[in-house]
Each structure stands twice: as structure tokens, then as C-alpha cells.
């Protein structure tokens, strides 16, 4: 029971965090739910297009399902077309390697410039966060963020705590300056490898 009041508490501090910066947040319990969000948001925001970065199954995920928009992944078309793709594609969606309750804070670690630009130049990021990569604090995420270090001298980490934001002009609050609008982050009640 304890382990379960601490698994409520540090999502719902997550969930709290992540809102409280205007993001969007939703568990969903597997593949089938991603892929409603993920149409939902499309629909809503009218878009044409979405890339998703080269931890995502486009098979796995949108399955035989029709979808009213194109889908854009490194695995289908060349590099060059597929960043030519993420500079007028409105959704990126990606993994995430871990998430931080106490600050909300995503941690994406890429060796490909690709997957980390899906993650920045689409209007919309949606970051999909299995469940046991939330941890508890910054601290406890700096063994994860030194093992993927470790891993390749090439690793580039990025920091993502909400929407791009500046009020550099005037004192005014602008959005999506240098990077995405919207942050929506879906926590995974399972892995990506889990079925629909």
C-alpha cells in the first residue's frame, strides 16, 4: 500500500509540475490510448503532418488504423528529406529517457541530431514517458543521465521543463520562440513495447 501512495504522489507531483508551466499531461495505459491522444491533438490542431523520432514504431504505433495526416520517420525517407519534413511538420512525438517530479523536467538523451530536432522545430511536442523512467528528484536522475554519458562520447541531453517561452520584448509573454508551443507529455502505464 505504501508503494502505491508513493506511485500516486510523485505522478500527481509530476502531473503538477508539468501543468503548472501550461504543459498538457495524461497517463494513458497503452498503445491504443497513445494513438487516440495523439489523433485527438492532430484533429484539434489541424495538422497535416507529424514526424516521430526513431524510437517509435510508426507500425507498431498507428497499426492499420487510417489517420487523417501524413507521418514523416527517419526509417521511410532520407535525412535530408526528413529534416526538410520537421521544419513544416506541426507535431513532433518522441521518447523521453526519464521524467523528474520534482521540477517536471523531461530528459531526452540523443546521438542523433534528427530525434533531438523532432523534439524542438514541431509546433506541438508530444513525449511519451514510460512510467518507470519518473523519477523523484534531479538527484536521483544523475546516475541514469552519467550512465547514457557513458554510453557514447556523442550524446547530447537536453533539459525540457515546458513550452518554449520568452518575455524579452516588451515584457510580453510569448510562446514558442525557439521551439515548441504546446508540451503535452503522456506517462505510460507500460513500455513502448507493450501491445495496443
Request: aromatic share 4%; hydrophobic share 40%; glycine share 6%.
Amino acid at each position: 500500500m505504501n508503494r502505491n501512495v508513493n506511485r500516486e504522489g510523485k505522478i500527481s507531483r509530476f502531473q503538477t509540475q508539468v501543468t503548472s508551466l501550461g504543459g498538457h499531461f495524461a497517463t494513458v495505459p497503452n498503445m491504443l490510448a497513445i494513438r487516440e491522444y495523439i489523433n485527438r491533438v492532430a484533429s484539434t490542431s489541424s495538422a497535416r503532418q507529424i514526424a516521430l523520432s526513431s524510437g517509435i514504431s510508426k507500425e507498431k504505433l498507428f497499426s492499420s488504423d487510417s489517420v487523417s495526416f501524413d507521418i514523416a520517420t527517419q526509417s521511410e525517407m532520407s535525412r535530408e528529406a526528413f529534416y526538410a519534413a520537421l521544419k513544416t511538420v506541426k507535431i513532433g512525438v518522441s521518447t523521453v529517457d526519464l521524467g523528474v517530479a520534482e521540477t517536471g523536467t523531461l530528459i531526452a538523451a540523443t546521438s542523433d541530431e534528427s530525434d533531438r530536432l523532432v523534439t524542438a522545430l514541431p509546433e506541438i511536442h508530444i513525449a511519451l514517458l514510460p512510467y518507470s523512467r519518473l523519477v523523484s528528484s534531479l538527484r536521483d536522475a544523475e546516475p541514469h543521465i552519467s550512465q547514457l554519458l557513458k554510453q557514447s562520447h556523442s550524446v547530447v541531453v537536453s533539459l525540457i521543463s515546458a513550452s518554449s517561452r520568452t518575455s524579452d520584448i516588451g515584457g510580453l509573454l510569448v510562446l514558442g520562440v525557439h521551439g515548441p508551443k504546446e508540451l503535452h507529455v503522456l506517462l505510460l502505464e507500460q513500455e513502448m513495447s507493450g501491445e495496443a
